[in-house]
């Protein structure tokens, strides 16, 4: 067996797509593999800022023997067709065709094809060019008095060699002969571009990546980030501090180094005033550098990661950090201090500058309907009405700020500092910052109540409006993160237990969102009711959200199908709540799932799809409304059918206080006891009995028992055992 080394050896890569690319690699080069007979054992992609690298191990010296046997006419067949099977099979004539019998004795002509496979050191240097030329980056760039050909090669940056070697483990590997766009394979690699740039010649990935090592790169980043973060944390702890890790930071610093060499730095304390926040973000985004922290505080010292070992110790590299750290904290001082001098009520006219959507209007206009629907949602989550209402008339004011203009992802947080300092309500500053949240699955929710208004108003207002212009997530495009915000809405309404009337509240914000965009109704251009459309939105994300949770899918589904029943003419009926209270939709499936892992759960489930299988194969023949009618108590013959009765009665009335007080669990304790009943009359009684009168009384017993378990849930969503008439 035999090994592939592959390194493709450019200008500086990005850091964000090294990780992508090195994957993109051995995807490529293995499916390739694959496709043409050759199995490997095991492949490693690896990424430094000037190369990518892919270890094959494992792989035969040539391709696997072909024999194909291909099928052709019959005999006698016209002589196009067989002209054709000739072509396709690469035979010279029939002579060189077998005829064999099929099982009616016919005779037909069958090709045997035979083809040796190739040498895999050829297989390869026909793979690899391809991959290369046509390798999947997000942006490239073509180069040089090439350029000008409009197939010439395009990287993500100028590449400068190609080392492709193939040998087994005890041979000297041989070179994979290839050009592309005159750059020819070989065995020769380079070093650190400063530390040590000299040519080196390799022959497998065990020397690779050692003599890569000595010239001072190390080839997995993996193992930089580890030797980052631990250098980082020694240097702090000498210094009694306390690193902030940040793995998005570390991430991409490991991919800016091929030597990484950990230095500390330090700035004035008089930057310390500053909220600590802008500190981090103007060292994280503008040098790359870490922030240190001590006793919970953020101290004036900070980490930053070099890509050379200098002969000072690195005190110049330092130096140079320190000044350029220094000029952007003086900078970020001066907007702090300077948005601090506005109250932001005073910025409120600029919001109206800012185009939120060419079809929504301004960001000025949005702030008005979420501050009226903040109001309105504050006493249905617990809220103080005329804070709601103040911290949604504020919670975009910071967007206009100098210091959110610089760092537009400290939008919120600056303004819940500019709302303190400004003498605002705790709740109202805190409410500015949280009302994003949650920006992930993993974020955390806002629990203040003022937090939670303004929140969800933000999130509704952005949905509905949306929803309004027919601007809708399609397959895995979602430009304005609407799925995103409806899970949001989702996690803040189950995670804090609220009753929230979603149909309603997103009914009454289409009228707002028409009258300021001079809209006429509450339906979109497709003529789709907004607020009913996006309330399957919420159930659909609704679902994904239960099944990461663990929820059966099949459960959901039940839940959600529960429908009103009446089981005659004379009886009222009773209703299933509106399903767009997703709490009581979460606490039903609960219930469910514990419901069906008892015993009783389990067979009256069982039993449940016996009685429907029945009535699905009856109304086959007596139609879909056969059974609509009570059953008449007259014709009760058997003790059974008068005991089965008398139990889906006493649970029709059960379940109907249950569900009335949304007691789920209670409902279906009052469906367990309709298990026993159920059970003795599958065994004892007759369904189809040959009276007609009999027959048709039973099977409107049945769909009783149907109506009334559907009136809970739609067990007919529910996986399980069948039951046989």
Not at 247 to 254: I, K, P, Q, R, S
Not at 377 to 388: K, R
Request: net charge negative.
């Amino acid at each position: 067996m035999s090994d592939l080394l592959l390194e493709l050896f450019s200008e500086e890569i990005p850091a964000r797509m090294q990780r992508q690319a090195a994957d993109d690699l051995k995807r490529l080069v293995t499916n390739a593999l694959v496709d043409r007979g050759l199995t490997y054992e095991g492949a490693a992609a690896y990424a430094t800022p000037r190369r990518l690298a892919l270890q094959v191990v494992g792989l035969p010296s040539r391709q696997p023997d072909l024999r194909e046997e291909r099928k052709g006419p019959r005999v006698g067949a016209p002589e196009a067709a067989i002209a054709g099977f000739l072509k396709s099979a690469g035979l010279a004539s029939l002579d060189q065709a077998k005829i064999e019998k099929d099982k009616k004795g016919a005779e037909f002509y069958l090709a045997v094809i035979e083809r040796a496979g190739a040498e895999t050191i050829d297989v390869l240097a026909e793979i690899l060019p391809a991959i290369i030329k046509g390798f999947p980056w997000p942006k490239s760039m073509r180069w040089g008095a090439a350029s000008e050909r409009g197939d010439s090669l395009r990287w993500v940056r100028p590449l400068h060699s190609i080392v492709a070697t193939f040998g087994p483990e005890t041979e000297s590997p041989e070179v994979v002969r290839f050009g592309v766009d005159g750059i020819a394979s070989g065995n020769v690699t380079h070093g650190h571009r400063f530390l040590a740039p000299q040519p080196i010649r390799v022959k497998r990935f065990e020397d690779y990546a050692l003599s890569l090592e000595r010239a001072k790169v190390v080839i997995d980043a993996a193992r930089r980030r580890d030797i980052i973060l631990h250098d980082a944390k020694d240097l702090a702890f000498a210094q009694g501090l306390e690193l902030v890790e940040d793995a998005g930071l570390l991430e991409e610093v490991a991919g800016l180094v091929e030597w990484p060499v950990t230095l500390m730095g330090a700035f004035d304390e008089s930057f310390l005033s500053i909220p600590p926040e802008v500190i981090r973000a103007t060292i994280r985004v503008n040098q790359k550098c870490f922030v240190l922290r001590k006793d919970n505080a953020l101290t004036n010292r900070f980490i930053l990661v070099s890509n050379i070992e200098a002969s000072d110790g690195g005190a110049t590299v330092v130096a140079g950090n320190e000044r350029v750290i220094a000029a952007r904290l003086s900078d970020a001082k001066f907007f702090y201090e300077t948005d601090l001098k506005t109250k932001l009520e005073e910025r409120l006219p600029k919001l109206d500058a800012i185009v939120f959507h060419e079809k929504l209007g301004t960001q000025g206009e949005r702030v008005k309907r979420i501050a009226a629907l903040a109001k309105e949602l504050a006493p249905i989550v617990g809220a103080d009405a005329f804070l709601a209402e103040r911290a949604a008339t504020l919670c975009k004011a910071d967007l206009v700020s100098e210091m959110v203009g610089e760092f537009p992802e400290l939008q919120g947080l600056m303004g819940r500092y500019y709302a303190s300092a400004q003498g605002e309500d705790p709740s109202v500053a805190a409410a500015i910052e949280e009302h994003y949240k949650p920006q992930g699955p993993n974020d955390r929710i806002p629990t203040d109540p003022v937090s939670i208004a303004v929140a969800l108003a933000d999130k509704l207002d952005t949905l509905v409006g949306f929803w309004a212009i027919d601007e809708k997530p399609t397959g895995s495009k979602d430009p304005y993160a609407l799925r995103r915000a409806a899970l949001g809405v989702i996690r803040i309404v189950l995670e804090n237990e609220l009753r929230l009337p979603l149909h309603g509240v997103m009914a009454g914000l289409v009228p707002a969102i028409h009258a300021q965009r001079k809209g006429v109704d509450g339906r979109n251009k497709s003529g789709h009711d907004v607020a009913a459309d996006l309330l399957e939105f919420f159930v659909d994300r609704l679902k994904v959200y239960l099944r990461d949770k663990g929820a059966r899918h099949d459960l959901i589904d039940a839940a959600l199908g529960a429908v009103a029943f009446a089981d005659s003419d004379e009886e009222k009926a009773t209703s299933a709540p509106l399903q767009d209270d997703l709490l009581m939709i979460t606490h039903k499936v609960e219930a469910l799932d514990s419901f069906l892992a008892t015993d009783d759960g389990r067979n009256l489930l069982a039993g449940y799809k016996r009685a429907s299988n029945i009535l699905k194969a009856e109304e086959k023949k007596d139609g879909p409304d056969a059974y609509a009618q009570r059953h008449a108590p007259n014709l009760r013959i058997e003790p059974q059918e008068h005991k089965l009765a008398a139990a889906i009665a006493r649970a029709r009335e059960e379940t109907a206080e249950h569900l009335s007080k949304e007691d789920f669990a209670g409902a279906m304790r009052a469906l367990s006891k309709l298990r026993e009943p159920v059970d003795v009359f599958f065994d004892d009684v007759t369904v189809n009995a040959d009276n007609a009168d009999l027959r048709l009384n039973r099977l409107r017993l049945l769909a009783e028992l149907r109506r009334v378990m559907m009136g809970v849930a739609d067990f007919s969503k529910i996986a399980g055992e069948t039951g046989a008439a």
